[in-house]
């Protein structure tokens, strides 16, 4: 289906829009390995006082305070164990607010959240990438003005809405394509249309993650199990239609994956994104690339990793496309370097494609995975100081 004209450069991505909500309530939780609670006056960057640092280990998820005045609240996380870390920021029912991933050991990141309203969050450190994490209760107090009031971010927080609502549309219409080969026993299309059908969720994946057990069960990998949660989904069915065939309940595998991927595109369109949460979702969208395509651990069984490297670049072009006329009016250098980054990755990428399909990621030579890190690593760099030009000012 046609999506909204949202560029003006050429076609262009697990943290998130990172989705940085509103929230008058939430769940008020246990404690974690945090330092004893700061006064409010001096904790958020919003609210007076300096970034809130994170010191994440193997074992502790320590913040110099655990709570913030209403408005942008920066955490500067540094992985100081020996495993690669991730941070995020939880509202009621497990909600993704906003996340920072793939933190190798010695490596700092800045985290930006847009939070207008007062409420109880959770803060989570995953060592390892796994499980629930080090958890502790966050509070916001008091009330901001949101950054949408300048026109032009507005004007992109509308157009990365109609975004979203029509990729999740679109995840709805291929998945229902999907679904029904593999219930009429049709391996042959139902391979043809994997990759495709889960194009428009990779675009929009930080959105749809934001929504609970709903993202592992249409995307998690058998990995889930080890959690304690069935394996379903697409990757459920990407095996049983490359390594293991059909099985008696694929077709309601298939039957349940519709109802998820319905449901997590209707609740996507409730999402009420900030300037943070979408750049911030941008440069989340990269760092999937980066840990899951690159990598070739995504599609184990398919090898359609490059289907969804273009995925989630065209979904953080598109996040970013939103806010440009932001980005040129505060900082014209830093949009030139973008388009230029952009440019250059998606050229590289488009270098394994024939035709409309992308070659199997099991082609690739280290060579071409080399080429395509080092742009990737150059964009993100980039992207990454998007959140500091779009906040509020």
């Given at each position: 289906?046609?999506?909204?004209?949202?560029?003006?450069?050429?076609?262009?991505?697990?943290?998130?829009?990172?989705?940085?909500?509103s929230?008058?309530a939430?769940?008020a939780?246990?404690?974690?390995?945090?330092k004893?609670?700061?006064?409010a006056?001096?904790?958020?960057?919003?609210?007076?006082?300096?970034?809130?640092?994170?010191?994440?280990?193997d074992t502790?998820?320590?913040?110099s305070?655990?709570?913030?005045?209403?408005?942008?609240?920066?955490?500067?996380v540094?992985?100081?164990?020996?495993?690669?870390n991730?941070?995020?920021?939880?509202?009621?029912?497990?909600?993704?607010v906003?996340e920072?991933?793939?933190?190798?050991?010695?490596l700092s990141r800045?985290?930006?959240v847009?939070?207008?309203?007062?409420?109880?969050?959770?803060?989570?450190?995953?060592p390892?990438?796994?499980?629930d994490?080090?958890?502790g209760?966050?509070?916001?107090?008091?009330?901001?003005?949101?950054?949408?009031?300048d026109?032009?971010v507005?004007?992109?927080?509308?157009?990365y809405k109609?975004f979203?609502?029509?990729?999740a549309?679109?995840f709805?219409?291929?998945?229902?394509?999907?679904v029904?080969?593999?219930?009429?026993?049709?391996?042959a299309?139902?391979?043809s249309?994997?990759?495709?059908?889960?194009h428009?969720?990779?675009?929009?994946?930080?959105v749809?993650?934001?929504?609970?057990?709903?993202?592992p069960?249409?995307?998690?990998?058998?990995?889930?199990?080890?959690?304690?949660?069935?394996?379903?989904?697409?990757?459920?069915l990407?095996k049983?239609?490359?390594?293991?065939g059909?099985?008696?309940?694929?077709?309601?595998?298939?039957?349940?994956?519709?109802?998820?991927?319905?449901?997590?595109?209707?609740?996507?369109?409730t999402?009420?994104?900030t300037?943070l949460?979408?750049?911030?979702?941008?440069?989340?969208?990269?760092d999937?690339?980066?840990t899951?395509?690159?990598?070739?651990?995504?599609e184990?069984?398919?090898?359609?990793?490059?289907?969804?490297?273009?995925?989630?670049?065209?979904?953080?072009?598109?996040a970013?496309?939103?806010?440009r006329?932001?980005?040129?009016?505060r900082?014209p250098?830093?949009q030139k370097?973008?388009?230029?980054?952009f440019?250059?990755?998606?050229s590289?990428l488009?270098?394994?494609k024939?035709?409309?399909d992308y070659?199997?990621?099991?082609?690739?030579?280290?060579?071409?995975?080399?080429?395509?890190?080092?742009?990737?690593d150059?964009?993100?760099e980039?992207?990454?100081?998007v959140?500091?030009?779009?906040?509020?000012?």
């Amino acid at each position: 289906m046609p999506r909204p004209a949202l560029r003006p450069a050429a076609r262009a991505v697990r943290t998130a829009v990172p989705v940085a909500l509103s929230l008058a309530a939430a769940l008020a939780l246990t404690g974690c390995a945090d330092k004893p609670t700061a006064t409010a006056g001096s904790t958020a960057a919003g609210g007076g006082g300096g970034p809130i640092t994170v010191n994440a280990t193997d074992t502790a998820c320590e913040l110099s305070a655990t709570t913030a005045k209403a408005g942008t609240v920066t955490f500067q996380v540094t992985n100081s164990g020996s495993k690669v870390n991730e941070f995020y920021l939880y509202a009621e029912g497990d909600r993704i607010v906003s996340e920072v991933e793939n933190i190798t050991p010695g490596l700092s990141r800045e985290l930006k959240v847009e939070i207008t309203d007062p409420g109880t969050f959770t803060t989570s450190c995953k060592p390892g990438m796994v499980g629930d994490g080090i958890r502790g209760a966050f509070t916001v107090t008091g009330t901001a003005a949101k950054g949408s009031a300048d026109s032009k971010v507005a004007k992109a927080i509308t157009d990365y809405k109609a975004f979203v609502a029509s990729e999740a549309d679109e995840f709805v219409d291929g998945t229902k394509e999907f679904v029904a080969a593999v219930k009429a026993g049709d391996v042959a299309k139902a391979k043809s249309l994997y990759a495709q059908a889960r194009h428009p969720w990779e675009a929009i994946e930080p959105v749809a993650e934001s929504f609970g057990d709903l993202d592992p069960k249409i995307d998690g990998r058998e990995d889930v199990i080890a959690d304690g949660m069935a394996f379903t989904g697409y990757h459920r069915l990407e095996k049983d239609l490359w390594k293991d065939g059909l099985q008696k309940d694929s077709g309601a595998i298939a039957d349940q994956l519709l109802a998820d991927v319905t449901e997590i595109a209707a609740k996507s369109k409730t999402v009420e994104p900030t300037a943070l949460s979408i750049a911030g979702g941008a440069k989340a969208l990269l760092d999937e690339v980066a840990t899951g395509k690159i990598t070739g651990e995504e599609e184990r069984y398919s090898h359609t990793d490059l289907w969804d490297f273009d995925g989630n670049l065209e979904g953080s072009r598109q996040a970013l496309a939103v806010l440009r006329p932001v980005i040129a009016e505060r900082d014209p250098a830093l949009q030139k370097a973008l388009d230029a980054d952009f440019t250059e990755l998606s050229s590289l990428l488009a270098k394994h494609k024939t035709g409309a399909d992308y070659t199997s990621y099991t082609a690739l030579t280290e060579a071409d995975i080399k080429e395509l890190t080092v742009s990737l690593d150059a964009l993100s760099e980039q992207v990454s100081k998007v959140p500091g030009v779009v906040e509020a000012k």
